[in-house]
């Protein structure tokens, strides 16, 4: 019988849930699920704490966290993990395939519950925070189409942004911008009651948030709270 080296839930994708949502979506932005059974997700050092945290996620906290350089001589950390159990339970998330040929997202994603997590996990991927010369934080998601097509259906229909945001094109990669006060409620949005994140962007958007409530100026957290 084969015996692992390191520990690992392999049921642990079996339902899309709040947490296994967001893994897929972190997945689907930056990782990859090969046909040899392998998942992997490879980042930036700044970021190792999100590696850490799918270690404890996957009950695998024994495994290593690799180090690579890559050709350009940029360095990487990631983890990687064999199962073939949690390859066919994620494939049909379209992991297998390269990003310009996925299609819309799976239904099972866009369940009102779960969709947000899902949101925060193509976020911390393929998302950024980023604060202007006046002081005002701004976000955007960036991805092919179909992707984003469906995540502005999901903050539309969340009250996170009108129907009025376009899907902007940058060369061959399309983007969702938001404005400042969409950037607050969106922050809100994929934060609360949130388990795992990349602590560097949460981070920023916490301390925009503190500012602008000691200044007495933000109205769209009062919002947020009233509407709970």
Known sequence: MFKRKYSLNEKIFDDVNNNSAYWIGLLYADGSCTMENKIRLWIHPQDIDILKQ?????????????????????????????????????????????????????????????????????????????????????????????????IKNILVVDGIISEKNKIVKSGSIFRIRLSASHTLKFGYYIYNNAQYYIRRKFNLFKSHAERLNNIGDNKYEKLYYLKR
């Not at 290593?64 to 990687?80: F, H, L, Q």
């Not at 949101?119 to 950024?128: K, M, N």
């Not at 991805?143 to 097509?149: I, Q, S």
Request: hydrophobic share 35%; charged share 35%; glycine share 8%.
């Open 54 to 150: 799918m270690k404890d996620f996957l009950r695998s906290t024994d495994r290593p966290i690799k180090e690579k350089i890559s050709k350009d001589g940029k360095r990487y950390v990631g983890i990687e993990v064999r199962s073939w159990r949690i390859h066919n339970k994620i494939k049909k998330f379209e992991l297998t395939t390269i990003k310009p040929n996925r299609h819309r997202i799976n239904i099972e994603l866009l369940q009102p519950e779960i969709r947000k997590n899902f949101v925060r996990g193509i976020f911390d991927g393929d998302g950024s925070f980023y604060v202007d010369q006046r002081g005002y934080l701004f976000c955007e998601i960036a991805g092919y189409m179909p992707l984003l097509k469906d």
